[in-house]
Each structure stands twice: as structure tokens, then as C-alpha cells.
């Protein structure tokens, strides 16, 4: 059984920094894509960012040039770092995990990834 932890979610004013991190446990497996997914109040949820094998990314442009993801092979791990943080940006955030290689547009597509985490909650005050 693999599992998908989220940590690094939290409260931070508008304008403010956090950083995200999941990381996977459980039987030793390789993931070729990770990825953020948020959901906020009342919407569906959405793409955020994500990194295949290969090291190529994907982002919403939402959160261009804002939002940084990167991953750690080795260890199984993808970080979220999040700068300039806007109220719009507050929501349940979701790491994510796909065993197939997908090249960086097919990221976007929530349906390709296998694995999810619980989610970890993120709020921005104005």
C-alpha cells in the first residue's frame, strides 16, 4: 500500500510565503509524475503544478512565476514552495502521484494520477 502525506500547510497573510511538502511511504515504488492539486470552498478541484521523470513542469497560470515545485527521486518526496500568496490562493491542498511517464502537457489531466494524499489546508488572510 502506498501512501501520499502532505505536510507544510497552515495560515499566512496575504502576501506571504509557505512551503508544501508530500512524501510517500509505504511499499517502494517509482512515481513518474508528482503534482499539486488545490480544491477550494465550494469549487472543483484543480491543477496546480507538477513534474515528471524527466524533470519537465507543469503550473496553472495562476500561480506562475508565484509557485515553484520540486521533487526529490531518491526520496520519493515533491516540495511546494509558494511565494506572494493571494486569499484566492486558500484551499485544500493535494499532492499526487501518477506510475505512468506522461510528457509535461499531459500534467494538467487529474485523471492520470493513481495515487492522492489526504490534503492539507491552506489559508491566506487579506
Known amino acids: 500500500q502506498v501512501q501520499l502525506v502532505e505536510s507544510g500547510g497552515g495560515l499566512v497573510q496575504a502576501g506571504g510565503n509557505l512551503s508544501l511538502s508530500c512524501a510517500a511511504s509505504?511499499?517502494?515504488?517509482?512515481?513518474?509524475?508528482m503534482g499539486w492539486f488545490r480544491q477550494a470552498p465550494g469549487k472543483e478541484r484543480d491543477f496546480v503544478a507538477a513534474t515528471n521523470w524527466s524533470g519537465s513542469s507543469a503550473y496553472a497560470d495562476s500561480v506562475k512565476g508565484r509557485f515553484t515545485i520540486s521533487r526529490d527521486k531518491a526520496q520519493n518526496t515533491v516540495n511546494l514552495q509558494m511565494n506572494s500568496l493571494k486569499p484566492e490562493d486558500t484551499a485544500v491542498y493535494y499532492c499526487?502521484?501518477?506510475?505512468?511517464?506522461?510528457?509535461?502537457?499531459?500534467?494538467?489531466?487529474?485523471?492520470?494520477?493513481?495515487?492522492w494524499g489526504q490534503g492539507t489546508q491552506v489559508t491566506v488572510s487579506s
Open positions: 509505504g511499499r517502494t515504488f517509482r512515481f513518474n509524475v
Open positions: 499526487a502521484a501518477a506510475s505512468r511517464p506522461y510528457d509535461s502537457s499531459w500534467l494538467v489531466r487529474e485523471h492520470l494520477y493513481n495515487y
